[in-house]
Structure formats: C-alpha cells, structure tokens
C-alpha cells in the first residue's frame, strides 16, 4: 500500500516558470511532511517541511500548500531555474510514536528546467 | 566530518555473497537511519538507530538483512546471500535529535550495490 502518492512523474518548466509537485497521503497520523531534493548520485537533501498546523510555508523560492482536509500538499518552485533541475520527494511521518521510525517517502518527481 | 559517509561507493556481488556496507555519520549525531532505494523509486525505511541502540527494524525486507551501530557511531548493513532483487542504493542518514525530531536529516550519497 503506497502511502504518499506523488505527481507528476516527470515535469518540464521554462526558466523562469513555476514548478508545481503534488502529494496525497492516506494516513491520518502523518503530522511531519518534509520535501528533499536529490541530484545524481548524491543523497536526498532537506528542502523544506510543514507541519499540520499551518496551511503554507514560505523559504525563499520554496513553498509548501498544505491541506489538511484533502491530505494533500504540494510544492511550488517560483522563478525556476535550471539549477533546480534535480529529482524532487515529499515524505511523511506520524511524530506521535505510532508507525515506522523512519519517512515514508512518494516515489519522485523528476524536475527539468529549459533554458 | 562534515557530513554522512558512505562506503563503499559502489559494490558489486556475485548472487549468494554476503556484503557489508559502512555508514559514518555526522559527529554527536545520536539517531541513524539505513533506506533503500531501488532505481527510479523513493527512499524506502529499513532500521533506526538511536546511539547504539537498535529501536525500529521494522523495514528490513528479510532475515538476510542485519544492521549494527555496536559504540552508538559508525554502522553496517550486512546483507548475507544476496539475491538480484537486493540491487538498489544504499542511504545512510543521521540527525542530531533522538526519535523523531525533524528535521535536521541528513543522508549520505550512498551504495550502489549490484547483485549479478
């Protein structure tokens, strides 16, 4: 059972534009969603994470939209740049103690953007 | 040193050889945590560490898959009798906090491992 279902697969944005990557969670008990960003053959990196409490969050050119009613989130990426071409994942955890001690992660978005 | 690392890079195994693999973590982090990712997929939990103590196992995949962290530092992952399907990346990941305390997750580059 796949508990963060992740999309697109694949995204391709003008420089420039804005990227757009959605999750949608089943597990009511998720209460962390945190966004890394991984390049070839390196590991995974910590964008930005929300918790439920709040609907958006801002770090620069990152946002987080959260929806805690729909269990969905998604990630906008303003002003994209071909520096963010990279393969992006949203993840979820239960911070209460129920569940894994580790992420469960979607399955990756792979972001390109043109020049 | 400054972050997670990982070795070796690459590993190649013949079907049936056992396999160790090596996870440094960043110094004073107390929680570590090993995920496999097989090519195209997201990260997939296996274990977690908090110090020397081993608290979730929960996503190993079978009882070929053994992971240690015996002074509460560096870690292995044994896997004994590798098969085709053992064929992923390897992450290594530590953060400062015990249990669940994001973020502050950081994850080494990996091992590539290929069961031929």
């Known amino acids: 059972q796949q508990q963060v279902k992740q999309s697109p697969q694949s995204l391709i944005v003008q420089k420039g534009g804005i990227s757009i990557i959605n999750c949608a969670y089943e597990?009511?008990?998720?209460?962390?969603f945190p966004w890394y960003q991984q390049f070839p053959g390196k590991g995974p990196a910590l964008l930005i994470a929300?918790?439920?409490?709040?609907s958006e969050k801002k770090e620069g050119r990152f946002t987080i939209s959260f929806n805690k009613s729909a269990k969905q989130f998604s990630l906008h990426i303003m002003d994209s740049q071909p520096g963010d071409s990279a393969t992006y994942f949203c993840a979820a955890i239960e911070g209460s103690g129920g569940g894994a001690d580790g992420l469960t992660f979607g399955k990756g978005t792979h972001l390109i953007i043109q020049p | 040193g400054a972050g997670v690392s990982q070795s070796p890079r690459y590993k190649v195994a013949k079907r049936g050889q056992d396999v160790a693999l090596r996870c440094d973590p960043i110094?004073?982090?107390?929680?570590l945590f090993w995920y496999q990712q097989a090519l195209g997929q997201g990260p997939e939990f296996l274990t977690y560490?908090?110090?020397?103590?081993?608290?979730?196992k929960s996503g190993l995949p079978s009882d070929r898959f053994f992971a240690e962290r015996p002074e509460g530092s560096v870690s292995t992952l044994k896997i004994q009798r590798t098969q085709q399907e053992d064929s992923a990346v390897y992450l290594c990941?530590?953060?400062?906090?015990?249990?669940?305390?994001?973020?502050?997750?950081?994850f080494g580059s990996g091992t590539r491992l290929t069961v031929v």
């Open positions: 110094s004073g982090h107390v929680s």
């Open positions: 597990n009511t008990a998720f209460d962390y």
């Open positions: 929300i918790r439920p409490d709040v």
């Open positions: 990941a530590s953060s400062l906090g015990g249990g669940r305390s994001h973020p502050g997750y950081t």
């Open positions: 560490f908090q110090n020397e103590a081993q608290l979730d």
